[in-house]
């Protein structure tokens, strides 16, 4: 079973803008990853934040953790085309980092 | 480095019929993990394995089953494929045996069953 959702399911924006997605988790973990999959390729590791930070950046991702509320959020900033691909959160609880749980996933349609 | 490989990537297969997958990690990585992504249950954790040993299983039936060899390359094998394993079968390798680590996905290997 999946660890829980993300939101939005569904996002279409425009080249430059900003683009959100949230991710909320039911359980205690250890570390929070998101991942990024191109129609129905593999995935590819995007940015990993552990459960004692609250935001990290990498180039123009960001993510914050919020373990108090379960919650994680990717922000994409200043968007391109080549972006558009599906989102997904996975949680690891059992320190192995090899046991993932993903979310529902966010699809992010960006449009020139 | 090369990445992870999984063969074949595409697969068509009967009711009943059993398939293996193969998955070759990126070389130095012993941590092997597959993943069956689905329209309606999304992606789902099937088993994990490091060093030869089965670390963790996920909650799928016995159907399912895997290894792992002494280089390790995996492999999955479905017996009595029913339509429902109709899916995406991913694997992942890493690095370390534990902590925080990033999961190097292959491209899949896209199984229908007929």
């Known amino acids: 079973s999946q660890q829980g959702e993300e939101d939005p399911q569904a996002l279409s924006i425009q080249e430059g803008e900003n683009a959100t997605m949230n991710c909320s988790y039911k359980t205690s973990i250890n570390n929070l990853q998101w991942y990024r999959q191109n129609s129905g390729r593999g995935l590819v590791h995007l940015i990993l934040?552990?459960?004692?930070?609250r935001e990290k950046h990498s180039g123009r991702l960001r993510v914050t953790l919020d373990t108090s509320k379960k919650s994680s959020s990717l922000l994409i900033t200043a968007s391109r085309a080549a972006d558009t691909a599906s989102y997904f959160c996975?949680?690891?609880?059992?320190?192995?980092?090899?046991?993932?749980?993903f979310g529902t996933g966010t699809r992010l349609q960006v449009t020139l | 480095k090369a990445g992870v490989t999984q063969t074949p990537r595409y697969l068509i297969k009967t009711r009943g019929q059993q398939v293996t997958l193969s998955c070759s990690p990126i070389s130095g990585h012993r941590s092997v993990s597959w993943y069956q992504q689905t329209p309606g249950q999304g992606l789902q954790f099937l088993f994990e394995y490091f060093s030869e040993t089965q670390r963790n299983k996920g909650n799928f039936p016995g159907r399912f089953s895997g290894r792992q060899f002494s280089n390790s390359r995996s492999e999955m094998n479905v017996s009595t494929l029913e339509l429902g394993d109709s899916a995406l079968y991913l694997c992942?390798?890493?690095?370390?045996?534990?902590?925080?680590?990033?999961?190097?996905f292959g491209p899949g290997t896209r199984l229908t069953v007929l």
């Open positions: 992942a390798s890493s690095y370390r045996a534990s902590g925080p680590n990033e999961q190097f």
């Open positions: 996975a949680t690891d609880d059992t320190g192995t980092a090899s046991k993932l749980t």
């Open positions: 934040i552990r459960s004692n930070e």
